[in-house]
């Protein structure tokens, strides 16, 4: 289930679309589950314990981490995980330091 805080439910077309203007896209579960049953092209694996922590990173110290350039808080940013409860928690974690 994808998330995020302008339609709080996406289908995987509706993400596939948002990716083409360059959104982030995090996958909140956890690497097992990653590792069970693959990931979405281009999405970054940060699983939900991490999420706060790594949001609140340096952003030469997530880069490192995660690969990724981090997210500014203004940056659109979508969140995903198996059933969509972790994905829901995640957009509440990001909103709460700050992320519109």
């Keep these: ?4 805080a302008a ?5 995987y077309q509706e993400l596939k679309d948002l990716k083409k ?3 982030l896209h995090i996958d909140v579960r956890e690497r097992w589950e990653i590792d069970r049953s693959g990931k ?3 999405s970054i694996n940060i699983p939900l314990g991490e999420l706060m922590e790594a ?3 340096d952003p030469a110290e997530f880069k490192l981490q995660y690969n990724q350039k981090m997210p500014s808080k203004s940056d659109p940013v979508v969140f995903s995980c198996l059933a969509g409860t972790r994905s829901k928690q995640a957009l509440a974690f990001a909103m709460s ?3 519109s």
């Design 55 to 57: 949001l609140q990173m």
């Design 7 to 11: 339609a709080p439910n996406l289908s």
């Design 97 to 99: 330091l700050g992320f």
């Design 21 to 23: 203007a360059n959104v």
């Design 1 to 4: 289930r994808l998330c995020a």
């Design 40 to 42: 979405i092209p281009e």
